[in-house]
């Protein structure tokens, strides 16, 4: 009774603001304002979040009050929207956070510390990894794992310097506090985090964790942000967040590329990687959500570009609408560039109806 009147009052003040925010690449977290202002204007009451990343939008709008059902095909930004999302009351309590923290018994693995040995964490942090990640699995409930498993993602996230693990060692390190801190401290931090952003908004809300082409899903608005095809950076999220994603997976049915320094794992291809497929892959998306009011994020500098999506998008919705919106990217700590005009970019917002 005590955690429901806490979220009552929470969800009747600003929900949002109990969000654990995060460095995640492509996070709307800075434009988040901007796109409830398209959504508001919009009659409905469910809606499908299909690549839900960082799990801010999917957040905000169970916030407001909306059926929420989040997808993304990454484990850990699915665990995240479960344990925020899909989890209505469900909180991780004092004994689960000791027994995750000190229970040595029966947890004999060493995977992280022989397989990332000196490249992320120190000895004793890979070691208190392995024996947590060990003791998520005993946990006897699905949000309790998921609340888990989240928080010890973003404390890894938040360690590291610029937060992703596309390079071994400290070189970016810029002094912050989160990189001094123990990760056993940034996990005790972020169980308390991930606790306090619980709350109930009387819907049911579901996670899936899953290729968005498989799944069926009705809902009334359809939003997609999926990854920019951009000619000067990347979109591969598995290359950043690798040493996460296999953590919550527990490496299990991933092929680690014993060749790379960074120990990675082989990624899975999807159409969102090429010139040749990305267009095939928006046209797969539109007709099977025609049904549904589509919302779409999508950059500038990407392709396809915003007359080449107009018409695709016609080709299924009588009515297209752009918003725009003067964005500029900063990715990580790289404050030489902010101030560039290479990353200053239109951030749109298509709406068909």
Known sequence: MEIKEKNKILLNA?????????????????????????????????????????G???????????????????????HISKSLVENSSVQLSADDIDFLMLNTENN??????????????TNEENA????????IDLLDNEYK????????????????PRGIFTYIGHRYDDGRNDIKKDLKQHFLENTKVFNSAVFNNS???ISYNNDVYNLNVEADVVYFDPPYLTPNS???????????????????????????????????????????????????????????ILVISYSSNSLPNKEDMISMLKKYKNDVEVIEIDYTYSFGNQNHKIGNNANKVKEYIFVAH
């Open 128 to 135: 208190f990894l392995d024996n947590l990640r060990s003791n």
């Open 234 to 292: 990347d979109n591969d999220y598995t290359r950043r967040y690798h040493f996460v994603e296999g953590l919550v997976k527990n490496w299990e049915g991933l092929e680690i590329q014993e060749n790379t320094i960074t120990k990675k794992f082989k990624r899975t291809k999807s159409l969102f990687d090429s010139k040749s497929t990305v267009y095939q892959a928006f046209e797969k998306l539109f007709a099977k959500y025609r049904d549904s």
């Open 56 to 78: 801010v939008v999917s957040y905000f709008l169970k916030s407001k009050g909306k059926k929420v059902i989040s997808n993304d095909f990454l484990s850990f930004s699915h």
């Open 203 to 205: 819907k049911n809300n």
């Open 14 to 54: 600003n929900q949002f603001d109990a969000f654990p925010g995060t460095r995640y690449m492509g996070s709307k977290n800075k434009i988040i304002s901007n796109i409830w202002e398209v959504l508001d204007n919009i009659d409905f009451d469910t809606i499908f979040d299909a690549f839900s990343g960082s």
């Open 108 to 121: 004999r693995s060493d995977f992280i510390q022989k397989t990332f040995k000196g490249l992320y964490f």
């Open 145 to 160: 794992k998921s609340l888990a498993l989240s928080a010890i993602s973003r404390a890894c996230m938040k360690k590291r």
